[in-house]
């Protein structure tokens, strides 16, 4: 797993998926902080009503919006709970999930940093 500096992010990755633009790669930043609100809302929310199914749904898209942006660790997370919903293990959903809002927190901290740095 590559990390800048203490960045949960890699840098060389989201500007690689934003055609190497830096205004495009700051846009990309500020809507993965909504997303990274959203969808650990939903989540929450799938996962207290036992709706392992749409939790795992929302995990993908996280996922996907944390590869977008080079947060390895947030999208390795996802991936975790993603799968354990769908192999209908609403414990290890939890406890993936515990461990997601603990790293989409650090991700949405490091956002101004990241900002510095592209």
Same mark, same amino acid.
């Given at each position: 797993?590559?990390?800048?500096?203490?960045?949960?992010? *890699?840098?060389?990755?989201?500007?690689?998926?934003?055609?190497?633009? /830096?205004?495009? !790669?700051?846009?990309?930043?500020?809507?993965?902080?909504?997303?990274?609100?959203?969808?650990?809302?939903? +989540? !929450? &929310?799938?996962?207290? %009503?036992?709706?392992?199914?749409? =939790?795992?749904? &929302?995990?993908?898209?996280? /996922?996907?919006?944390?590869? *977008?942006?080079? @947060?390895?660790?947030?999208?390795? +997370?996802?991936?975790?709970?993603?799968?354990? =919903? /769908? %192999?209908?293990?609403?414990?290890? @959903?939890? /406890?993936?999930? @515990?461990?997601?809002?603990?790293?989409?927190?650090?991700?949405? =901290? =490091? *956002?101004?940093? &990241?900002?510095?740095?592209?």
């Amino acid at each position: 797993m590559r990390m800048n500096d203490d960045l949960p992010f *890699v840098i060389e990755t989201l500007l690689e998926q934003c055609g190497n633009s /830096k205004d495009i !790669a700051e846009i990309i930043l500020e809507e993965f902080v909504v997303q990274v609100g959203d969808d650990t809302r939903d +989540i !929450a &929310a799938y996962l207290a %009503n036992g709706d392992l199914p749409h =939790a795992g749904k &929302a995990g993908h898209r996280l /996922k996907g919006s944390a590869g *977008v942006v080079g @947060a390895e660790k947030l999208h390795a +997370i996802c991936l975790a709970l993603e799968q354990a =919903a /769908k %192999n209908g293990n609403g414990q290890d @959903a939890a /406890k993936h999930f @515990a461990e997601l809002q603990v790293e989409a927190d650090r991700c949405v =901290a =490091a *956002v101004p940093r &990241a900002r510095e740095k592209i």
